[in-house]
């Protein structure tokens, strides 16, 4: 590092693990958690003897600026979180790290309807409008890539109309696990006879992706599966809220390896009461 150049008398282990002198590698490509945080996050296995300006151009070449936005967005929390850690000494884990991707607003390609961008994205829940049913849907990863759905629908009343969870599904990335969610619950809407549903998740990834329409990852083909339900719908949107705002369908998910396949009609599991109750009360009700 820079400083130790100068003959500046600082320790050059990792301040995380201790286990490797901290270079920029080490830091952003090597150490355990950054590792842990480019998997979840993105998918991406990194190999150890990676340099770090290959990697950067080994991402500007796929001229995604999604892509690129998001690996700005990881090297931005990493670099916070090893600050955190070492100056004020907060926790340095890979989910803080993840969760603090989400929070910050990615300036991300989209520039259809500007004009909605959930650039913080609301906290709470809130109620649909009278004729629009609205779907949560949530995923939730666990060992082995093995991940979890789980949705909660309500009406403009709050009344829950079906809940239901899924496990396990396939998933390489925490936002493809948000994505197949998204196209199982689709499926389910349409036999369950919606016709005007709005889907909210909590993956700003997804939101974006979707938005943009098109691409070439995974996540897009994804996508373009739930694009051809559309017609299976007389009204679709996807709107996107904070994981707070999202904590029945988080609960449907987290729980879904217990829950198993289970579809619920104008009821959900013990233990979803008290989330769709808190859900109630923190959302106003809509003026018809
Ligand atoms: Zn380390």
């Given at each position: 590092m820079h400083l130790r150049n100068k003959q500046?008398?600082?320790?050059?282990?990792?301040?995380?693990?201790?286990?490797?002198?901290?270079t920029i590698e080490h830091l952003f490509l090597r150490c355990h958690v950054s590792r842990s945080c480019w998997f979840v996050k993105l998918g991406v296995r990194i190999d150890p003897g990676t340099l770090f300006t290959d990697f950067m151009r080994e991402v500007l070449q796929q001229r995604d600026s999604w892509v690129v936005a998001e690996v700005q967005n990881m090297i931005y929390c990493l670099w916070e979180a090893r600050n955190r850690w070492l100056f004020e000494e907060r926790k340095f884990d890979f989910a803080m790290v993840i969760a603090r991707t989400q929070t910050l607003g990615i300036v991300a390609p989209?520039?259809?309807?500007?004009?909605?961008?959930?650039?913080?994205?609301?906290a709470t829940w809130s109620r649909p409008a009278a004729s629009v049913i609205k779907v949560n849907v949530d995923a939730s990863m666990g060992r082995d890539n093995l991940a979890g759905f789980g949705f909660v629908a309500r009406d403009g009343d709050g009344e829950i109309l079906a809940a239901g969870s899924k496990y396990p599904s396939v998933a390489s990335s925490s936002t493809i696990a948000e994505a197949l969610g998204l196209r199982w619950v689709m499926e389910i809407s349409s036999q369950l006879g919606f016709r005007r549903v709005q889907f909210e998740t909590d993956s700003l990834q997804l939101y974006y992706a979707w938005k943009k329409?098109?691409?070439?990852s995974v996540l897009f083909s994804v996508i373009h599966d739930c694009i051809s339900?559309?017609?299976?719908?007389d009204f679709v949107d996807l709107s996107f809220v904070r994981r707070q705002g999202n904590a029945c369908a988080d609960f449907m998910a987290r729980n879904a390896s217990t829950l198993s396949d289970v579809i619920w009609i104008e009821e959900g599991p013990p233990g979803l009461f008290c989330l769709l109750q808190a859900d109630l009360l923190a959302s106003v009700p809509v003026l018809s």
């Open positions: 500046v008398d600082v320790d050059p282990c990792c301040p995380v693990c201790g286990e490797e002198d901290e989209v520039t259809a309807n500007a004009g909605e961008e959930p650039r913080h994205g609301k329409g098109t691409g070439r339900f559309l017609s299976l719908f």
